[in-house]
């Protein structure tokens, strides 16, 4: 199966978010790992009062209310100024929360060394640049993220719906074909396929790694996802 850029709708991720006025919850993987109590993970949230949390990628804005009532000092990632603008200005006019949100991409992060206590990407560290792999994105996180700091995450199993008929390009990095929002055709992802691979990836500059895992089916949608919680070495 071949890949054709001509066959690609063009990514309008400024329009999408645009058109969506009604606010939206926070993802519930971060709701749970930040308030829920499980065998394999207790994040004591208390402790993350004041401190610096980037949400990367922070699409719609939907996590930044649950990060601000946990009393965190809040940034934000995206891919361009009109998202960061559009975003930003909606958070303070309808909610009163202010949010330090600036251009950047999974490789390139506009913070300093080890300035953030907390790191959140929901459905957003995956995302490929061309020419890049995805410990490039970890590196750039790595950097960033204080030693000891917080890796709260999820990533894409091979079933779930994005990946439906996306073509793989090498390692796991796969061009996707078939996206129902109209945003994502063309763009790369790295998939994971087993709980080992992730870990594979976190071994070499992370710790105390909690790996779980959901499968939902949004009427036709399947949202298979690993959710992942780890700290800086």
């Excluded at 950097?143 to 894409?156: A, E, Q, T």
Aim: glycine share 8%; hydrophobic share 35%; with cysteine.
């Amino acid at each position: 199966m071949s890949y054709s850029p001509s066959s690609t709708k063009k990514t309008d991720y400024t329009g999408h978010y645009k058109a969506s006025e009604v606010d939206v919850y926070p993802s519930e993987f971060l709701v749970r790992a930040f308030l829920g109590t499980y065998e394999k993970l207790k994040i004591d949230h208390k402790l993350l009062r004041g401190k610096k949390v980037l949400d990367l990628g922070f699409g719609d804005g939907r996590n930044f209310q649950l990060l601000h009532d946990l009393g965190m000092e809040l940034y934000g990632t995206e891919i361009t100024e009109s998202i960061c603008k559009l975003i930003t200005e909606r958070l303070y006019q309808r909610k009163g929360i202010s949010v330090d949100a600036r251009v950047g991409r999974n490789t390139s992060i506009p913070f300093a060394n080890s300035f953030f206590d907390c790191i959140v990407a929901s459905s957003s560290s995956y995302y490929m640049d061309e020419g890049n792999k995805y410990e490039d994105n970890l590196a750039e996180i790595h950097r960033v993220l204080k030693p000891g700091g917080l890796f709260i995450h999820s990533l894409p199993m091979p079933s779930t719906f994005i990946m439906r008929n996306a073509i793989d390009t090498g390692e796991g990095h796969m061009r996707i074909t078939e996206d129902p929002y109209g945003v994502r055709v063309g763009t790369l992802m790295k998939q994971f396929k087993t709980e080992d691979e992730v870990r594979s990836y976190l071994t070499h500059g992370f710790k105390d790694i909690s790996i779980g895992s959901a499968k939902d089916d949004f009427w036709g949608d399947a949202v298979h996802l690993w959710l992942v919680v780890c700290t800086k070495t």
